[in-house]
C-alpha cells in the first residue's frame, strides 16, 4: 500500500477536530518507513533540500555495553545523546544490523531513555532507527523540556507492510538472516518533528509481549525527507470518527 507524501489531518478529520472543539498542542510528526531490507538511513535524501545546515549521525551501538553511556552520532559533538538502562545484545536473529555488531533492546515497560543536546540552534528535528522484531507492545515517546510531544506504536505501521509470516511479503523477518524470525516485520522508520524540535526519546515494551529491539539510531537537523508516509495515529482515529459519523448520518437517512 502506498500513500501520499506528508498526509495530514484534513476533511473530515479536521471537521471532526472541529467537533471536538480542541487543537493539536503541538504542530505535529511525519513519520515515514523505508523500503524493505532497508537498515540504515537516507542521508541524501535527509539533506537533499536547502542542504546547508543539515546535520545527521548515528550511533551503531557496536562498541557499547548494557547501562548507560553517551554518544555524539559521529557529528563531532555537535549532537550528543546520553543513554540511561539500555540494554545492549550481540546480533542475532532479533536484531543487529547486517546481522553483525550489537544492538539496543529493551524487555521493560519502564524502557530506556535518551537525552539530546545539541549546539544548533534549530535543535533535533529527525530521528530514526532500523525497528526489527517488530511487535504491538512497542512503543516510542519524543519529548521536549519533559512534557510529551509524540507517542508512536506499530500499529499503524503493521496495517501498513502486511501480515506476517507471509512468504510473499519482503517486511516478514530478518533481511540479513535469511529472513529468520519470519513471524514479525522489520523495517527502518524515520521521525521528523514538523513543529520545532524534541531533546528526550524513551523506548518502552508496553504491554510487555517480548522486546523492543533496534539499531542504526540516527538524529539530527534532517532538511529533507525520506521514506513513504504513515498516517498520524491521531489523524486516523479522527478520520474513523468522521467515517462512523458519516455512516451514522446514511443510516438515519435510510
Known amino acids: 500500500m502506498t500513500l501520499a507524501p506528508w498526509l495530514r489531518a484534513t476533511g473530515i478529520a479536521a471537521v471532526a477536530l472541529a467537533a471536538l472543539g480542541t487543537a493539536p498542542a503541538h504542530a505535529g510528526f511525519t513519520v515515514t518507513y523505508e523500503a524493505a531490507g532497508v537498515q ?13 545546515g ?12 548494557s547501562g548507560g553511556f553517551t554518544t555524539d552520532y559521529g557529528t563531532g559533538g555537535v549532537i550528543t545523546g546520553t543513554y540511561s538502562n539500555v540494554q545492549i545484545n550481540s546480533a542475532d536473529i532479533y536484531g543487529g544490523a547486517g546481522n ?5 533492546v529493551t524487555f521493560s515497560t519502564g524502557g530506556y531513555a535518551v537525552d539530546l543536546q545539541t549546539t544548533l540552534a534549530t535543535g533535533v528535528n529527525y530521528f ?18 519533559g512534557q510529551t510531544v509524540f507517542t508512536f506504536t506499530p500499529q499503524d505501521l ?17 533481511p540479513a538472516d535469511w529472513h529468520a524470525d519470519a513471524g514479525q516485520p522489520y523495517a527502518f522508520l524515520n521521525f521528523f518533528d514538523e513543529g520545532g524540535s524534541f531533546d528526550r ?19 539530527g537537523y534532517a532538511t529533507g525527507r ?4 504513515i498516517p498520524e495515529p491521531a489523524s486516523m482515529a479522527l ?4 467515517l462512523l459519523g458519516a455512516g451514522l448520518v446514511r443510516r438515519r437517512r435510510r
Not at 40 to 52: D, E, H, I, K, Y
Not at 239 to 242: E, F, K, P, R
Open 54 to 65: 543539515c546535520v545527521i549521525g548515528t550511533e551503531t551501538f557496536d562498541n557499547r555495553t
Open 100 to 104: 553483525t555488531g550489537n544492538y539496543a
Open 201 to 219: 526519546i524513551e523506548f518502552s515494551e508496553n504491554p510487555q509481549v517480548g522486546g523492543y529491539e533496534s539499531d542504526n539510531h540516527t538524529v
Open 128 to 145: 530514526g532507527f532500523w525497528l526489527s522484531a517488530l511487535d504491538y507492545g512497542n512503543v516510542v515517546t519524543f519529548k521536549k523540556n
Open 239 to 242: 478520520l474513523g470518527m468522521g
Open 158 to 174: 503493521l496495517n501498513l507492510v502486511g501480515n506476517c509470516p507471509n512468504v510473499g511479503n519482503a517486511y516478514c523477518g530478518n
Open 226 to 229: 525520506s521514506g513513504t508516509a
Open 40 to 52: 540504515s538511513p537516507n542521508v541524501a535524501a535527509l539533506c537533499a533540500t536547502f542542504g546547508n
